[in-house]
């Protein structure tokens, strides 16, 4: 597996783990911090909307969804190449990673990870 030094990583974990049954689990904290921080976009619950930081205007403006899941996607893609793991990427499904997502980026739940068999 690529070792990776990305400061994101370090802190949150690789974006593909071993769970305790040997099975390979996607590290959906560390992914989306990566993809939050990468694109510089948060999820405001209040709004119930993404925000991507404009620095040109110094403001937050609205991003739809899909914009943000095409992010993400393309993250996701890049990642399972770089890490060897295209056939998980292949199992995500659309649900698991909008919801995925959300949740990290609102800030909502603990550090869970998704298991895809």
């Known amino acids: 597996m690529a070792q990776i ?3 994101v990583f370090q802190k ?5 783990l ?21 694109h510089q976009i948060k999820y405001n619950a209040m ?4 925000e991507r930081y404009d620095g040109k205007r110094g403001l937050w403006v609205l991003i739809r969804e899909v914009e943000v899941m095409e992010m993400f996607d393309n993250l996701l893609l890049a990642l399972g190449r770089t890490y060897g793991h ?5 199992r995500i499904t659309a649900a698991k990673l ?6 990290k980026l609102s800030g909502r739940s603990q550090s869970r990870q998704q298991t895809f068999e």
């Open 18 to 38: 071993v769970n305790e049954k040997g099975r390979v689990v996607l590290n959906d904290r560390a992914v989306a911090v990566k993809c939050a921080t990468s």
């Open 86 to 90: 295209q056939d998980i990427v292949a």
């Open 12 to 16: 949150y974990g690789e974006p593909f």
């Open 5 to 7: 030094a990305d400061p």
């Open 47 to 50: 709004l119930n909307s993404y």
């Open 98 to 103: 909008s919801s995925g997502i959300q949740r």
